[in-house]
């Protein structure tokens, strides 16, 4: 069945109350945004980022970044697909920046939602609200709950929730540049921040490095803002 924008639109609501990192949070505020947003290609350190942590499995040909103004409601980075959307008010071509462990991780994390989205279709945007909004129902607000997820030898990646899966690439990146993770609740069982990097190049080798490249899937949502 070919994918369509109207099942996501069903879920605009949710957005609006969660403000969540795969969909738009408001529909009509993020269009005037995005319209205002400054396009810039993959680096080629980026890509070799992406690469190395993804392997072929990730199209990283297919991804385009849009930079909008901080001030735009939501988290500080939004995916669509292949479009990754980051909130940055200064030159999106800025090195300092675009080098900065911060950036890399950002984009590491936004990018592992690409990975579904090329592997699982758009459904990953709809298991992202619906992980957050439970989690934001039996926490008490806390949504960010739904990032928190569990490593040792029995994990297989694609076990993990959509919002998982981001957190753990993202606490990968975070490993090479000296920083502890910061969602992994078995930090401790498993020995420190040496352990979790070492296992955790071991799922992604395993798990996800070792998948083939998807198939080319038509985009809906970001044509609408070529």
Not at 43 to 60: A, K, M, N, P, Q
Not at 84 to 109: C, N, T
Not at 126 to 136: D, I, K, M, V
Not at 206 to 218: G, H, I, K, M, S
Request: aromatic share 6%; charged share 25%.
């Amino acid at each position: 069945m070919r994918e369509g924008p109207r099942p996501l639109l069903l879920l605009l609501p949710l957005v609006a109350a969660l403000g969540g990192c795969s969909l738009l949070q408001s529909a009509s505020v993020q269009a005037e945004a995005l319209a205002k947003g400054k396009r810039s290609a993959l680096r080629e350190t980026e890509v070799e980022l992406l690469t190395g942590l993804f392997g072929e499995s990730l199209r990283t040909g297919d991804l385009k970044l849009l930079f909008i103004p901080a001030s735009a409601p939501g988290a500080a980075g939004t995916t669509l697909q292949n479009l990754i959307v980051l909130r940055w008010d200064g030159d999106p071509e800025d090195d300092e920046h675009r080098g900065s462990p911060g950036f890399r991780e950002l984009l590491a994390h936004e990018a592992t939602h690409s990975w579904q989205f090329q592997h699982r279709g758009s459904e990953y945007m709809a298991e992202s609200l619906l992980e957050q909004g439970f989690h934001h129902i039996v926490s008490e607000g806390d949504r960010t709950a739904a990032y928190t997820y569990e490593l040792d030898e029995q994990t297989r990646f694609l076990s993990l929730g959509v919002e998982q899966q981001a957190a753990f690439v993202e606490d990968i990146v975070r490993s090479t540049h000296g920083k502890a993770p910061r969602r992994c609740a078995t930090l401790e069982a498993l020995g420190g921040e040496e352990a979790f990097r070492a296992l955790g190049e071991v799922v992604l080798a395993r798990d996800v490095r070792a998948l083939p490249a998807p198939l080319l899937r038509q985009e809906v949502i970001s044509g609408a803002v070529e």
